[in-house]
């Protein structure tokens, strides 16, 4: 598969009112600074990777769109009041030319380009989907879909069963593949933790050495 047939799709809420799990570990303003380093990190590996074309993040969030402009991505305005998640990636895959379009959310810190070359790599020849599930095993991380209106996006808890029964029902072909630094997406005190065990280099190591989480988790991490 070339480059140019594949296009990125990025969707980011406003910057510090994600993350909202972690309001009782960080404050709005230091969950600025993780989500901000994290989009970093997953927007670094998307630009890496050799397989990949365009990248387009969704957002209305300044901050976030000068990240994404830092790496030559294109920037759409998300709905205005956002409309969720999935509404903001319709947006995003709309605004692609290409013939496969792979959505990624933006909180994978631990992604790298040979996991963005991989997943493409696993496409199936014809119409399909690969799912990147997360580490829980119910969730998906990524998503690569040919052609782009395979399957809609129905991104978060359990997708990836409505992703697979989707793609049963259209009948398209379906892979459901692990990688290590796609499955850790960070929502939680526990997940913040366990990346922390993991020491991320990058932008997110940066973050947390900032907010002085390199040595531990402030307050209750289970």
């Known amino acids: 598969m070339a480059a140019h047939d594949v296009g990125a799709v990025v969707p980011v809420k406003r910057l510090g009112y994600a993350l909202e799990r972690l309001a009782g570990t960080l404050d709005r303003s230091e969950r600025r600074v993780l989500q901000s380093a994290m989009l970093g990190d997953v927007l670094a590996a998307l630009a890496g990777s050799t397989r990949l074309g365009e990248i ?68 199936p020849d014809g119409d399909a989907v690969v799912l990147a599930r997360s580490e829980d095993g119910t969730g998906t991380n990524a998503m690569l879909i040919t052609p782009p209106g395979a399957v809609m996006p129905e991104l978060g808890p359990d997708s990836l069963a409505r992703h697979l029964s989707q793609a049963s029902a259209a009948g398209i072909a379906a892979e459901v593949v692990h990688h290590p630094g796609i499955a850790l997406d960070v929502d939680t005190p526990h997940d913040l933790a366990e990346l922390l065990r993991r020491e991320p280099e990058g932008a997110t190591g940066r973050a947390l050495a900032r907010l002085g989480l390199v040595h531990g988790l402030r307050g209750a991490a289970s």
Not at 64 to 93: C, F, Q, W, Y
Not at 98 to 115: F, G, K, M, N, Q
């Open 56 to 123: 387009v993040v969704v957002t209305s969030d300044q901050r976030a769109r000068a990240v994404a402009e830092s790496v030559g991505a294109r920037t759409v305005p998300d709905h205005d009041p956002p409309k969720g998640i999935n509404a903001a990636v319709s947006l995003g895959v709309d605004a692609l030319d290409a013939r496969c379009a792979l959505v990624v959310v933006s909180d994978l810190p631990l992604i790298t380009a040979a996991d963005v070359d991989h997943l493409i790599g696993a496409a």
